[in-house]
């Protein structure tokens, strides 16, 4: 059965990011991802354009700032980050790894020679690329964006996150180690767009920054989300160059609505993986290139249901 | 003095014979760009005195790339100087280098060669830079000169030492080429490239003190090449040199490239942020005020020369706080003198209508209205937690730098609280204020090339456009052409954007080529043509925001204008909510027009249907709001008549009432042709 047919004649394509440095690019990472290239609306066609929506893994190097339902399934091994990271390769093959160094929103937090050690380990402990997340306090937002950058050099990172109020250290950071850059507007078409050209002042080249329009929860906002991520999509294609990125999107909130939290027993690993499949599948539709979860056992589903939407599968029933 | 033509010739032809005469191979360590200056502007990647020679002819014999290869044949051949100086700097240093520049943690570069007169001197100009966030580097005497009057010196000290003799300033342009070839992407051997990086991007200064030689001189000559000033603050006399007293070059350096220090704190005892914005101070709260109909006092904002206005500088003319009475009203001239090399004399009224938001920051200050009406209260509160008017100044002062930091380089407030001098001044400011006026109104459409757009509402009406013209300013009548000009120029990728007219389409109805191109792309594609003076063709999309609403009435064959603060229904049937919702979004409605109160007084006035004389109806809060200028524009027209021929909700409340009444006055519209 064929796929969705074309709505309309688009002039525009999505830049491509590559993330990831293979040993001959002088990286190490086992491969390399691609996202973005569509020239048309997500799954539309037998081929869809572009390349297909990928799903990134959430951990954080301080689990103590990290939703009780995304730690309480994995267990102990939240204690070591490398550790982490290379159990949740195994076991549950993610196409990428997203840190976020929840250490540093510590009051007082000083010890970026620190973070260096931990990217380090996480660099060795996964093969995977990788996606990290620096501090969210701009007072020490120079130091660190600059030891992350520079513990990542020639690894091609997508860094983040870059707002309109704050994203030269980001940008620094990406600019002088090689990395992408997330960046992030809330919500906003308009502000997504200023902040791109922001970014583009500052000298970093539009194939290195992805859009992250904000993703609110499921119950929570989605929808406005969902909207935004369209009307980004339906401008980059109808040729506005300064919204052609991939975009990014992550189920932030997911984990911590009052749904998942009260759930109990059985229902619980339930309720939060449904959260997360639920926001994040039609993020892919709305255009996201990469979505991102905190339960482990969100990886697999989203990942089949992608597939059969990329496929045309299972689209005669519909 | 000295010569810097002749001293750089001398310099020229003396480096010339001693690039002949080295020899052997030589390279720096620890970079990937080999000899940087040579490598960016020739492309040849330097190991030898062979291949030097060759780059040197390549380049035309630039001094730079003598200056470079001689350096590193030096440092090859007698090792790197001791410490503290850092000779050549290796890749990875510099690139924790270019993260703080991009970073914004140093605002620039300057280097600073030569002898300085006096150990003071320096030690006072580097604490200058210091305290203005440059990366200072050093070269030359200059650097004994420092650590004897107990400078430390070192790059954690943003001063970084490169070698003894000026001839290491070299290093200061190799750093400038790999920051352009790691961060500007600028390829090895595209010279323009490269110069133009250098011009545009890099916030690089030069300041020399006496005591270079003539291949000195010749080397930093050609600096001038790269758009980097050379601030002489000694001897030389150069065509591209700017001589200075040495307590002005960092100054002078900084204004030149455009470098500028953001203001963070505001030095007052009391809170500043558009939160407090909307906080009245009632009567009862109120310490004192001033204007308000019950003293004089006025606010005007004024460009002067830079040498006129020390940026900060607060003065108050008459009593402080504690020399008024609680309770009273006093007089108050506010008087701000900016400066900003890209200031304009048109910019003066649209900052000066922002007084009116930065005195409402404060969290016990309150300003309304404009010009020789305003009215300003301090409150009981601020007043007890130590707030003087001078404050009102210190704040005005800082919030003007901090908004309009690419505009304005110095700031300087006058407040007058002497009824004698307050009410001359207010005579002087009344005169400018009229000569402004003078200039908005006679600015025609026809006098300019370009509008300017505004999309800030593609927020929630994705796609639509204003077109903002000097005689049809935005729909929600809060920007104007002068706004949106400035608007641009403040914030280049914003949502006010430059709109080329192009060629005429229809003159009548408004309609240009440059004007539909430029709204076909920001509407995504969805709008193609737009009429700027027309509501039945192609009218212009509206968001949400319009002041009023235009529509047509068939019935009568004229137009009706209804005002937002209008609740009641109107002879079309409908309220203004009503119809609001029926035409905003982002879409194009025949018939219909969101319009600002000013738009009615343009001669430009929907004028392909005939304009002002088809306007058959508006509410009488609109008519009383506008009244005495329309008398105005009308007389000029001869068409005086009109004015009570338009009706009101007392007049003519339905439109079988509308029609009847434009019988009884005999209004235009019955002679005109058909609408439809």
């Given at each position: 059965?064929?796929?969705?047919?074309?709505?309309?004649?688009?002039?525009?394509?999505?830049?491509?990011?590559?993330?990831?440095?293979?040993?001959?690019?002088?990286?190490?990472?086992?491969?390399?991802?691609?996202?973005?290239?569509?020239?048309?609306?997500?799954?539309?066609?037998?081929?869809?354009?572009?390349?297909?929506?990928?799903?990134?893994?959430?951990?954080?190097?301080?689990?103590?700032?990290?939703?009780?339902?995304?730690?309480?399934?994995?267990?102990?091994?939240?204690?070591?980050?490398?550790?982490?990271?290379?159990?949740?390769?195994?076991?549950?093959?993610?196409?990428?790894?997203?840190?976020?160094?929840?250490?540093?929103?510590?009051?007082?937090?000083?010890?970026?020679?620190?973070?260096?050690?931990?990217?380090?380990?996480?660099?060795?402990?996964?093969?995977?690329?990788?996606?990290?997340?620096?501090?969210?306090?701009?007072?020490?937002?120079?130091?660190?964006?600059?030891?992350?950058?520079?513990?990542?050099?020639?690894?091609?990172?997508?860094?983040?996150?870059?707002?309109?109020?704050?994203?030269?250290?980001?940008?620094?950071?990406?600019?002088?180690?090689?990395?992408?850059?997330?960046?992030?507007?809330?919500?906003?078409?308009?502000?997504?767009?200023?902040?791109?050209?922001?970014?583009?002042?500052?000298?970093?080249?539009?194939?290195?920054?992805?859009?992250?329009?904000?993703?609110?929860?499921?119950?929570?906002?989605?929808?406005?989300?969902?909207?935004?991520?369209?009307?980004?999509?339906?401008?980059?294609?109808?040729?506005?160059?300064?919204?052609?990125?991939?975009?990014?999107?992550?189920?932030?909130?997911?984990?911590?609505?009052?749904?998942?939290?009260?759930?109990?027993?059985?229902?619980?690993?339930?309720?939060?993986?449904?959260?997360?499949?639920?926001?994040?599948?039609?993020?892919?539709?709305?255009?996201?290139?990469?979505?991102?979860?905190?339960?482990?056992?969100?990886?697999?589903?989203?990942?089949?249901?992608?597939?059969?939407?990329?496929?045309?599968?299972?689209?005669?029933?519909? | 003095?000295?010569?810097?033509?002749?001293?750089?010739?001398?310099?020229?032809?003396?480096?010339?014979?001693?690039?002949?005469?080295?020899?052997?191979?030589?390279?720096?360590?620890?970079?990937?760009?080999?000899?940087?200056?040579?490598?960016?502007?020739?492309?040849?990647?330097?190991?030898?005195?062979?291949?030097?020679?060759?780059?040197?002819?390549?380049?035309?014999?630039?001094?730079?790339?003598?200056?470079?290869?001689?350096?590193?044949?030096?440092?090859?051949?007698?090792?790197?100087?001791?410490?503290?100086?850092?000779?050549?700097?290796?890749?990875?240093?510099?690139?924790?280098?270019?993260?703080?520049?991009?970073?914004?943690?140093?605002?620039?570069?300057?280097?600073?060669?030569?002898?300085?007169?006096?150990?003071?001197?320096?030690?006072?100009?580097?604490?200058?830079?210091?305290?203005?966030?440059?990366?200072?580097?050093?070269?030359?005497?200059?650097?004994?000169?420092?650590?004897?009057?107990?400078?430390k010196v070192g790059a954690e000290y943003r001063l970084v030492p490169l070698g003894s003799r000026p001839s290491s300033a070299i290093h200061f342009i190799d750093i400038i080429a790999r920051v352009a070839m790691m961060f500007g992407g600028v390829t090895p051997g595209d010279a323009g490239r490269l110069l133009a990086y250098a011009k545009e991007r890099a916030k690089a200064i030069v300041i020399v003190f006496p005591g270079?030689?003539?291949?000195?001189?010749?080397?930093?000559?050609?600096?001038?090449?790269?758009?980097?000033?050379?601030?002489?603050?000694?001897?030389?006399?150069?065509?591209?040199?700017?001589?200075?007293?040495?307590?002005?070059?960092?100054?002078?350096?900084?204004?030149?490239?455009?470098?500028?220090?953001?203001?963070?704190?505001?030095?007052?005892?009391?809170?500043?942020?558009?939160?407090?914005?909307?906080?009245?101070?009632?009567?009862?709260?109120?310490?004192?005020?001033?204007?308000?109909?019950?003293?004089?006092?006025?606010?005007?904002?004024?460009?002067?020369?830079?040498?006129?206005?020390?940026?900060?500088?607060?003065?108050v003319i008459g009593p402080e706080i504690d020399a008024i009475p609680q309770g009273s009203a006093a007089p108050l001239g506010i008087i701000i003198e900016v400066a900003g090399k890209q200031m304009k004399k048109e910019y003066e009224p649209v900052l000066e209508r922002r007084i009116h938001n930065f005195v409402n920051y404060g969290e016990g200050s309150w300003h309304v209205a404009q010009r020789d009406l305003i009215w300003?209260?301090?409150?009981?509160?601020?007043?007890?937690?130590?707030?003087?008017?001078?404050?009102?100044?210190?704040?005005?002062?800082?919030?003007?730098?901090?908004?309009?930091?690419?505009?304005?380089?110095?700031?300087?407030?006058?407040?007058?609280?002497?009824?004698?001098?307050?009410?001359?001044?207010?005579?002087?400011?009344?005169?400018?204020?009229?000569?402004?006026?003078?200039?908005?109104?006679?600015?025609?459409?026809?006098?300019?090339?370009?509008?300017?757009?505004?999309?800030?509402?593609?927020?929630?009406?994705?796609?639509?456009?204003?077109?903002?013209?000097?005689?049809?300013?935005?729909?929600?009548?809060?920007?104007?052409?002068?706004?949106?000009?400035?608007?641009?120029?403040?914030?280049?990728?914003?949502?006010?954007?430059?709109?080329?007219?192009?060629?005429?389409?229809?003159?009548?109805?408004?309609?240009?080529?440059?004007?539909?191109?430029?709204?076909?792309?920001?509407?995504?594609?969805?709008?193609?043509?737009?009429?700027?003076?027309?509501?039945?063709?192609?009218?212009?999309?509206?968001?949400?925001?319009?002041?009023?609403?235009?529509?047509?009435?068939?019935?009568?064959?004229?137009?009706?204008?209804?005002?937002?603060?209008?609740?009641?229904?109107?002879?079309?049937?409908?309220?203004?909510?009503?119809?609001?919702?029926?035409?905003?979004?982002?879409?194009?409605?025949?018939?219909?027009?969101?319009?600002?109160?000013?738009?009615?007084?343009?001669?430009?006035?929907?004028?392909?249907?005939?304009?002002?004389?088809?306007?058959?109806?508006?509410?009488?809060?609109?008519?009383?709001?506008?009244?005495?200028?329309?008398?105005?524009?009308?007389?000029?027209?001869?068409?005086?008549?009109?004015?009570?021929?338009?009706?009101?909700?007392?007049?003519?409340?339905?439109?079988?009432?509308?029609?009847?009444?434009?019988?009884?006055?005999?209004?235009?519209?019955?002679?005109?042709?058909?609408?439809?």
């Amino acid at each position: 059965m064929m796929g969705l047919s074309t709505l309309s004649e688009w002039t525009g394509r999505i830049g491509e990011l590559v993330i990831g440095a293979s040993h001959a690019e002088g990286g190490t990472r086992s491969h390399v991802v691609r996202i973005g290239g569509e020239r048309d609306l997500p799954y539309i066609g037998t081929h869809p354009s572009g390349h297909k929506p990928l799903v990134a893994y959430e951990l954080a190097d301080d689990p103590s700032l990290w939703p009780a339902a995304a730690t309480r399934y994995i267990g102990d091994w939240v204690h070591d980050t490398a550790d982490w990271a290379a159990y949740a390769e195994k076991e549950y093959t993610p196409d990428l790894i997203r840190l976020h160094l929840t250490s540093t929103r510590h009051r007082g937090f000083s010890d970026t020679s620190r973070i260096g050690t931990t990217i380090e380990s996480v660099l060795q402990a996964t093969r995977l690329p990788l996606i990290v997340e620096g501090s969210d306090d701009p007072a020490m937002d120079s130091a660190v964006y600059q030891k992350i950058g520079e513990a990542a050099e020639g690894e091609r990172i997508l860094l983040g996150t870059a707002e309109a109020g704050r994203y030269r250290s980001v940008a620094a950071a990406a600019m002088a180690y090689g990395h992408s850059v997330i960046a992030q507007s809330p919500i906003d078409i308009n502000l997504a767009k200023q902040l791109n050209i922001l970014l583009r002042e500052t000298g970093l080249p539009s194939d290195r920054i992805a859009i992250d329009p904000y993703t609110g929860a499921l119950g929570y906002g989605f929808e406005y989300s969902y909207s935004v991520m369209e009307r980004i999509r339906y401008s980059a294609l109808k040729g506005d160059t300064d919204l052609a990125m991939p975009m990014i999107s992550s189920a932030t909130d997911s984990l911590t609505v009052k749904e998942v939290r009260e759930a109990q027993g059985s229902e619980a690993e339930k309720t939060a993986v449904a959260w997360e499949l639920y926001s994040m599948l039609p993020a892919t539709i709305a255009g996201a290139s990469i979505v991102c979860v905190r339960h482990p056992l969100s990886i697999a589903g989203l990942k089949s249901a992608i597939d059969s939407l990329w496929n045309g599968e299972n689209v005669e029933g519909v | 003095m000295i010569s810097v033509e002749k001293a750089a010739h001398a310099g020229k032809e003396s480096l010339k014979s001693r690039m002949a005469a080295i020899g052997g191979s030589f390279s720096y360590e620890e970079t990937a760009y080999h000899l940087p200056v040579t490598f960016a502007l020739t492309g040849n990647a330097v190991n030898s005195a062979e291949e030097a020679q060759k780059a040197y002819n390549a380049s035309a014999e630039n001094p730079l790339v003598a200056g470079e290869c001689l350096q590193a044949f030096q440092a090859a051949r007698n090792g790197k100087e001791s410490p503290p100086y850092t000779g050549f700097i290796p890749d990875a240093v510099l690139r924790t280098l270019g993260y703080s520049l991009v970073d914004g943690s140093i605002l620039g570069l300057v280097l600073v060669a030569g002898s300085p007169p006096a150990p003071d001197t320096a030690a006072g100009l580097c604490r200058e830079l210091q305290e203005k966030y440059m990366l200072t580097f050093l070269s030359g005497d200059i650097i004994q000169s420092l650590t004897s009057s107990g400078v430390k010196v070192g790059a954690e000290y943003r001063l970084v030492p490169l070698g003894s003799r000026p001839s290491s300033a070299i290093h200061f342009i190799d750093i400038i080429a790999r920051v352009a070839m790691m961060f500007g992407g600028v390829t090895p051997g595209d010279a323009g490239r490269l110069l133009a990086y250098a011009k545009e991007r890099a916030k690089a200064i030069v300041i020399v003190f006496p005591g270079l030689n003539d291949e000195e001189i010749a080397l930093i000559d050609a600096f001038c090449l790269l758009g980097i000033p050379v601030i002489a603050a000694g001897d030389y006399d150069g065509d591209q040199w700017i001589r200075v007293q040495p307590a002005d070059a960092v100054r002078t350096g900084m204004e030149l490239k455009g470098i500028k220090v953001s203001v963070t704190a505001i030095p007052i005892p009391m809170a500043c942020s558009p939160a407090f914005e909307g906080k009245s101070i009632r009567k009862e709260e109120m310490q004192v005020e001033f204007g308000g109909g019950r003293s004089p006092a006025f606010e005007l904002l004024r460009v002067r020369p830079a040498g006129e206005v020390e940026d900060g500088k607060v003065t108050v003319i008459g009593p402080e706080i504690d020399a008024i009475p609680q309770g009273s009203a006093a007089p108050l001239g506010i008087i701000i003198e900016v400066a900003g090399k890209q200031m304009k004399k048109e910019y003066e009224p649209v900052l000066e209508r922002r007084i009116h938001n930065f005195v409402n920051y404060g969290e016990g200050s309150w300003h309304v209205a404009q010009r020789d009406l305003i009215w300003v209260r301090l409150s009981q509160e601020a007043v007890a937690k130590g707030v003087r008017i001078r404050d009102l100044g210190t704040l005005l002062a800082a919030k003007f730098r901090m908004d309009f930091p690419d505009l304005l380089d110095a700031v300087q407030v006058t407040l007058i609280t002497d009824e004698k001098t307050a009410l001359a001044e207010r005579t002087k400011a009344g005169k400018i204020y009229q000569e402004r006026d003078d200039r908005i109104l006679g600015m025609r459409d026809t006098d300019v090339d370009t509008f300017y757009s505004c999309t800030l509402c593609q927020t929630f009406a994705p796609n639509h456009v204003c077109i903002i013209t000097p005689e049809r300013p935005a729909l929600c009548g809060a920007i104007s052409w002068l706004d949106g000009k400035i608007a641009f120029e403040i914030a280049p990728a914003g949502a006010n954007q430059p709109v080329e007219k192009g060629k005429i389409i229809d003159m009548d109805r408004g309609e240009f080529e440059g004007v539909n191109r430029f709204v076909k792309k920001a509407s995504h594609g969805e709008v193609d043509r737009c009429s700027l003076y027309s509501i039945m063709e192609y009218p212009m999309t509206c968001c949400g925001c319009f002041e009023c609403i235009a529509l047509t009435l068939p019935e009568v064959n004229g137009f009706m204008v209804v005002n937002r603060e209008y609740k009641g229904l109107t002879p079309s049937g409908m309220s203004f909510s009503t119809l609001a919702g029926t035409i905003g979004g982002g879409a194009q409605t025949p018939g219909f027009a969101g319009i600002s109160k000013s738009y009615i007084l343009s001669d430009r006035f929907l004028q392909a249907e005939g304009g002002i004389e088809r306007l058959v109806w508006m509410p009488a809060i609109l008519m009383q709001e506008l009244k005495g200028r329309l008398v105005e524009n009308l007389r000029k027209k001869g068409v005086e008549s009109l004015i009570d021929k338009i009706a009101d909700e007392t007049k003519a409340g339905t439109i079988e009432e509308l029609a009847s009444f434009l019988v009884s006055v005999d209004h235009p519209v019955l002679a005109m042709k058909p609408l439809f």
